[in-house]
T-cell receptor, first 112, second 118 residues
Framework: QKEVEQNSGPLSVPEGAIASLNCTYS??????FFWYRQYSGKSPELIMF????GDKEDGRFTAQLNKASQYVSLLIRDSQPSDSATYLC????????????FGKGTLLTVNP | GAVVSQHPSWVICKSGTSVKIECRSL??????MFWYRQFPKQSLMLMAT?????????EQGVEKDKFLINHASLTLSTLTVTSAHPEDSSFYIC??????????????FGPGTRLTVL
C-alpha cells in the first residue's frame, strides 16, 4: 500500500514569514513529486513538480526532495494571506498510467 | 497551457436519475484522464483511470457499472453516474495528463463538478 503522509495542520504563520510544508512517502520506487494548492470548494491547482534530489525554486516557492529519506517539502517565502489554502503532496510511481497518490493535505493559514 | 474544463460545474438531480459529467483538455491532447471524488474535508479519492480508446481502469471498491467512463477522443472523457443516490453527492474532479508540460506524470485538474442528489 503506497502511502503519502502530511501533517493535517492547521499550520498558522504570520504574513511575510516562511511557511514550511512537509511530506513523506512510503514507496521507494516513486519517481515524481508534486505540490498542489486547493482552495476551499475548488479543485487542486499545480504549484510545482520535482523529480531530482535537491531544491527547485519557482518564485516564492521552493520544493525540496530527499529520496534517501523519502521526504519532500515545500517552502513558501514571504507568505501572503492569499496563500491560505490546503496544500496537497502527490507522488507518482510510474507505470503505464502514471497514477498519483495524494496525501490528505496540510491546511495553511497566513495571518495578516 | 494545460487547461482542463469540466461541465457542468454543479448539478442537482433526483434520486434514481443519471448524470453525465464531461471533462475536456482544451489546449493539449490527453491520452490519459483521471476521475476523482472528494467528500467534504477529505482528500482526493481516485475513482478510475481513463485511457483513450480503451476501457477505464477502476480503483478497488468503485462500481464500474454505476460510474460509467468513456474516453472517446484525445480531448474528452465523460463520467456518467447511473441511478444516482444521495450518498453519491460529492465533488467530482477530473484531471488530464499532459506529456508536453511538466513531465509525464503531471496531472492538470478541471474545476470540478459538485453533484447533489436529492
Amino acid at each position: 500500500q503506497k502511502e503519502v503522509e502530511q501533517n493535517s495542520g492547521p499550520l498558522s504563520v504570520p504574513e511575510g514569514a516562511i511557511a514550511s510544508l512537509n511530506c513523506t512517502y512510503s514507496d521507494r520506487g516513486s519517481q515524481s513529486f508534486f505540490w498542489y494548492r486547493q482552495y476551499s470548494g475548488k479543485s487542486p491547482e499545480l504549484i510545482m513538480f520535482i523529480y531530482s534530489n535537491g531544491d527547485k525554486e519557482d518564485g516564492r516557492f521552493t520544493a525540496q526532495l530527499n529520496k534517501a529519506s523519502q521526504y519532500v517539502s515545500l517552502l513558501i517565502r514571504d507568505s501572503q494571506p492569499s496563500d491560505s489554502a490546503t496544500y496537497l503532496c502527490a507522488v507518482g510511481s510510474g507505470g503505464s498510467n502514471y497514477k498519483l497518490t495524494f496525501g490528505k493535505g496540510t491546511l495553511l493559514t497566513v495571518n495578516p | 497551457g494545460a487547461v482542463v474544463s469540466q461541465h457542468p460545474s454543479w448539478v442537482i438531480c433526483k434520486s434514481g436519475t443519471s448524470v453525465k459529467i464531461e471533462c475536456r483538455s482544451l489546449d493539449f491532447q490527453a491520452t490519459t484522464m483521471f476521475w476523482y471524488r472528494q467528500f467534504p474535508k477529505q482528500s482526493l479519492m481516485l475513482m478510475a483511470t481513463s485511457n483513450e480508446g480503451s476501457k477505464a481502469t477502476y480503483e478497488q471498491g468503485v462500481e464500474k457499472d454505476k460510474f460509467l467512463i468513456n474516453h472517446a477522443s484525445l480531448t474528452l472523457s465523460t463520467l456518467t453516474v447511473t441511478s444516482a443516490h444521495p450518498e453519491d453527492s460529492s465533488f467530482y474532479i477530473c484531471s488530464a495528463r499532459s506529456l508536453l508540460a511538466g513531465g509525464p506524470n503531471t496531472q492538470y485538474f478541471g474545476p470540478g463538478t459538485r453533484l447533489t442528489v436529492l
